[in-house]
């Protein structure tokens, strides 16, 4: 059975950092495109980070230079190291597979950037 378990948000100051991380169980994690995706209120879900089976990544342009994607197949773990946060980075973070969603989503981890 597929589970998403997101974790790592938080409130925090602008300029803070967090890192957030999402464990896969029940997928075959190592050999699939995973990406972080988030979601403020009454706003469709974005894509902001992707990383490939071989550990390429691409970022949406609001975050590019401030987030970094990174996975450990061996852990089925996906991270999200986010610096440098601003005020409109706050949102639910999720974690699913790249292009196409698992039908399935976790609950996500709320980040707020705020002082």
């Known amino acids: 059975q597929l589970q998403l378990l997101e974790s790592g948000g938080g409130l925090v100051q602008p300029g803070g950092s967090l890192r957030l991380s999402c464990t896969v169980s029940?997928?075959?994690?190592?050999?699939?495109?995973m990406g972080w995706y988030r979601q403020t209120p009454g706003k469709q879900r974005d894509v902001v980070a992707v990383?490939?089976?071989?550990?390429?990544?691409t970022y949406a342009v609001p975050v590019k230079g401030r987030f970094t994607i990174s996975r450990d197949n061996a852990k089925n773990t996906l991270y999200l190291q986010m610096n440098s946060l601003k005020p409109e980075d706050t949102a639910v973070y999720y974690c699913?597979?790249?292009?196409?969603?698992?039908?399935?989503w976790g609950q996500g981890t709320q980040v707020t950037v705020s002082s």
């Open positions: 990383i490939s089976i071989g550990g390429s990544t």
């Open positions: 029940g997928s075959n994690f190592s050999t699939t495109f």
């Open positions: 699913n597979k790249i292009p196409t969603p698992y039908g399935h």
